[in-house]
């Protein structure tokens, strides 16, 4: 405290470290498995690494780059969305190159946010939507994706959508596919969202990290439904779709308008980052289909390991159609409380997972939820998965 107040100021009274750092380091500090925060224990690609190598060697990127990113990854990107997605964008004014997604995040909220503006998010929500909206200044709505005991997914109800929209309702913060229940919304769930921001003059901001890590289904991008160009935030990353989430490069495709409004926040939270890296991306991406389905086979058979496991460790397993996390319930434990088994669980068997329970509003709808990530190596997730079966001994 000075002058009488607290140091940390009232939008983020509240926000203590995020789960993803307190659990990574119990892990290293009880030297468990981790297969709490996501970050894959392989690194991405050699070549990718090399592209970045060469580029601090040339000299490329070591000094600021321009502030809307390399010209060689905004086009790179340009064309990734309208090779992949039949979306078009102008490298010049539709393409802003982030600090990962996360800064993309923050900045769409700094930037299309008043205070009071209320922001729907859907439940359990990625940690970092709640301080974004909250350093804004706007309000969260969440709207709860539950889960379906018979299906083992998570549902979206779009009547509870729909009822969430009030004349506050600047935007909707959607993301698909779903960290950290897996759910990837199908064409006609994202239809439907696309009807009701139009009937109701809504901003949407995606965030689509996981675009490229779908095992069921398809990834759709919300801003390819009617109407939809002009009010859509794409968001996308580098980390997961190409193992190197420690290069934080990210980035927004958007219409010219919404990107210079996202562009006039990002200018002054990092001005730019990661120089030498943007030009290995700008490489990453157009990598030929076979390394994107490689991949996504490897991370099913990964999926399939791990939720085998944990189903016959006695967790209730929710089956992910995307991203690399599972979402388990501990019910079948006898115990009720995600964060005190977390904290408990190194001590007990050597493993960290994370408690779904701090995504949510509703102290109620995740008390019991585990979240488990697949994106390590195989020999990792069996011995992970042999102490878990400790567990109901
Ligand atoms: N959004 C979601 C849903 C995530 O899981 C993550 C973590 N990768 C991010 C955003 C942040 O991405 P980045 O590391 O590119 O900032
Ligand atoms: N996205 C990662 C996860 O959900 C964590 C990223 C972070 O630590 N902020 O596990």
Redesign the pocket.
């Known amino acids: 405290m000075t002058q009488g107040r607290p140091l940390l100021n009232r939008r983020l009274a509240g926000f203590g470290t995020t789960i993803f750092a307190e659990m990574s380091a119990l892990a290293v500090r009880t030297g468990s498995l981790n297969l709490g925060q996501?970050f894959p224990d392989t690194d991405g690609p050699d070549e990718i690494r090399e592209a970045a190598v060469r580029a601090l060697r040339d000299g490329r990127g070591n000094q600021y780059p321009p502030g809307p990113g390399v010209p060689e990854l905004r086009t790179a990107i340009a064309d990734h969305q309208l090779r992949r997605y039949g979306l078009t964008h102008d490298p010049d004014t539709e393409v802003l190159v982030t600090?990962?997604?996360?800064?993309a995040?923050a900045a769409a909220m700094l930037a299309l946010l008043e205070p009071g503006d209320e922001v729907i998010a859907l439940e359990p929500y990625?940690d970092?939507y709640a301080a974004c909206i909250a350093m804004a200044g706007g309000t969260r709505v969440p709207v709860t994706l539950r889960p379906d005991r018979d299906t083992k997914t998570f549902r979206l109800d779009l009547g509870e959508l729909r009822a969430a929209v009030t004349p506050r309702t600047r935007l909707i913060l959607l993301?698909t596919p779903?960290?950290p229940t897996g759910t990837v919304l199908t064409r006609e769930e994202l239809a439907a969202v696309a009807t009701l921001a139009c009937e109701r003059d809504l901003l949407v901001v995606t965030?689509e990290?996981?675009e490229h890590l779908v095992f069921e289904g398809e990834h759709i991008p919300l801003a390819s439904f009617p109407g939809m160009r002009e009010r859509t935030v794409s968001i996308s990353?580098?980390?997961?779709t190409f193992s190197f989430?420690g290069w934080?490069?990210?980035w927004v495709t958007a219409s010219a308008p919404l990107v210079s409004a996202v562009r006039t926040a990002k200018q002054y939270l990092t001005y730019v980052s990661a120089g030498p890296f943007q030009y290995a991306i700008a490489e990453a991406l157009r990598l030929p289909d076979s390394y994107f389905e490689n991949f996504r086979s490897d991370l099913r058979r990964k999926r399939d390991l791990l939720g085998d496991g944990l189903r016959a460790a006695g967790f209730e397993v929710y089956r992910p159609r995307g991203?690399y996390f599972i979402t388990t319930d501990i019910t079948p434990f006898g115990e009720k409380d995600a964060y005190a088994f977390c904290r408990a669980l190194p001590e007990r068997c050597g493993v960290v997972a994370i408690p779904n329970s701090v995504f949510y509003d509703d102290p109620d709808a995740g008390r019991s939820q585990v979240r488990f990530t697949f994106c390590k190596k195989d020999d990792v997730l069996r011995e992970a998965v042999d102490r878990l079966r400790g567990l109901a001994s």
């Open positions: 996501g600090a990962g997604a996360t800064e995040i990625y970092s993301n779903h960290n965030d990290v996981y990353s580098a980390g997961k989430t934080k490069v990210g991203t």
